[in-house]
């Protein structure tokens, strides 16, 4: 069975860290780039940062350069994405995507996980 899941998230309060996992079963990640999307309450699904398959290049939205780092182990078939300084407005569901194509929209991607909360509070 095809799977993507996030693991990771939860309440920090500001300037605090999280690292999200994104793990994937019933296929490898080598071919797939990896896409972090959020969505918050009442606003659209944004995307935040993608590694391609090879992890030679990266994308960040302008929200996350400096702050956010995407990386990924294709021998464990797992992703990351490392948020740091965290903001209140970072709170939003966060959503791992693996896509042949990748790129900073969500409908190019194959596979979908769940998401997780990301809450940024004091």
């Known amino acids: 069975q095809v799977q993507v899941v996030e693991s990771g998230g939860g309440l920090v309060q500001p300037g605090g860290s999280l690292r999200l996992s994104c793990t994937a079963s019933g296929f490898t990640l080598d071919e797939y780039a990896i896409g972090w999307f959020r969505q918050a309450p009442g606003k659209e699904r944004e995307g935040v940062s993608v590694i391609g398959s090879s992890e030679g290049s990266s994308w960040y939205a302008d929200s996350a350069k400096g702050r956010f780092t995407i990386s990924r182990n294709n021998d464990e078939n797992i992703a990351y994405l490392q948020m740091n300084s965290l903001k209140p407005e970072d709170t939003a569901v966060y959503y791992c995507?693996?896509?042949?194509?990748?790129?900073?929209?969500?409908?190019?991607?194959?596979?979908y996980g769940q998401g997780t909360q990301v809450t940024v509070s004091s």
């Open positions: 995507a693996a896509g042949i194509y990748g790129g900073s929209s969500w409908s190019t991607y194959d596979y």
